[in-house]
């Protein structure tokens, strides 16, 4: 697989081009967990910011999925992490809130620089119950 991705890349191929259902492959390489692809995408100039069509980004997804690595590597490679919402609204952060991930919650708010105060991911540590996820954003300021 790797290879035939290899022979698309340098061919020239969109990288960013959308399937029938408005999908992005690098986001698609996420959703299935081949970080392989989904680095070598990311190195080939895949756009890192790209919504889906339900309005996921690459780094949403990767929060969703639980993938430390590309979670790291999209911040690496300028993921902003407050520009990248869902349609729901949701920032990484807040996807990370409602999954009780709390060291996520802390690489994204120390490392990566998340606002703790956009769209209010407070409030769905409140909502889940989780009061030392709730603690631990009070006490970054929010």
Known sequence: MESFLKILVDSGVNLNLEDLHR???????IKKNRTKIAKYLIDSGADINRKDNKGQTPITMAILQ???FIIKYLIKKGANVDKNIDKA?????????????????KY???EAGADVNLNAPVKYSIYSSDLKITKYLVEKGA
Do not use: H, Q, R, S
């Open 108 to 110: 994204l708010v120390e």
């Open 89 to 105: 609204g949701d920032t990484p952060l807040i996807l990370a809130v409602e999954n009780g991930n709390m060291p996520m919650i």
């Open 23 to 29: 999908g992005v492959p690098l986001i698609f390489a």
């Open 66 to 68: 639980k993938n430390k």
